[in-house]
């Protein structure tokens, strides 16, 4: 089936960018989103980006997408305590006609 | 504050009760999920409401069971739960099915004993 992944945990020290990767196989992928998960709390919508752009930036959030590779990353810039989280990579798949999540990076932001 | 609320926020309950989820989204949505999030599976896709009516089941047990008495609320009922059952379950919703940008809710984290 459809599968989406990315690295479980990211560790890094308050001030600096932070990048979290994520692949995808479907190739008809649409929409690309990332997800912010904080401690106790739902999923809530960060960015997304369409399958026909290679870059979207938002303040500190700069989403890049490799088509070809079928790669997509989330750089954080200036990364503080309060950005701790679970991030949640998401692909529309144009195949399956579903959203599929990846298991989430665990995003750790230390002094 | 995204708009869908989820009440009760925590559960507790035995193998042989009978509880309740429910969910209200305020954003004049017409579809509704139910998603499951635990340990082993971080999230599942169990229920897809689309304008009141259910577009997809993925092999949920019949111990779940959704409702969607209108397109604002959605329930998910449980009965004779086990304890592998104890997750956080997520509503979300979405102007259509055609547009896949999820509001979630904060979740109701369930404990099966």
């Known amino acids: 089936g459809e599968d989406v992944e990315q690295s479980l945990f990211l560790s890094v020290r308050e001030g600096d960018s932070s990048v979290i990767n994520c692949t995808y196989t479907d190739s008809s992928s649409t929409y690309l989103y990332w997800y912010k998960q904080e401690p106790g709390a739902g999923l809530q919508l960060l960015t997304y980006i369409f399958s026909n752009m290679d870059m979207k930036q938002d303040q500190r959030l700069t989403v890049l997408l490799n088509k070809k590779d079928k790669h997509l990353s989330l750089r954080i810039a200036d990364t503080q305590t309060g950005d701790s989280a679970i991030y949640f990579c998401?692909?529309?798949?144009?195949?399956?006609?579903?959203?599929?999540f990846g298991a989430g990076t665990r995003l750790a932001v230390h002094p | 504050e995204t708009g869908v609320t989820q009440t009760p926020r925590h559960l507790v309950m035995g193998m042989t009760n009978k509880k309740s989820l429910k969910c209200e989204q305020h954003?004049?949505?017409?579809?509704m999920y139910w998603y499951k999030q635990s340990a082993k599976k971080p999230l599942e896709l169990m229920f897809v409401y689309s304008l009141e009516e259910r577009v997809e089941n993925n092999s949920v047990p019949s111990r779940f069971s959704p409702e969607c008495p209108n397109s604002s609320h959605l329930f998910l009922h449980l009965h004779t739960l086990q304890p592998e059952d104890s997750a956080l379950y997520l509503c979300?919703?979405?102007?259509?099915?055609?547009?896949?940008?999820?509001?979630f809710g904060e979740g109701s984290r369930l404990t099966v004993l």
């Open positions: 979300a919703s979405s102007r259509s099915l055609a547009v896949t940008e999820l509001f």
């Open positions: 998401a692909a529309f798949s144009g195949g399956y006609n579903k959203l599929i």
């Open positions: 954003l004049g949505h017409n579809a």
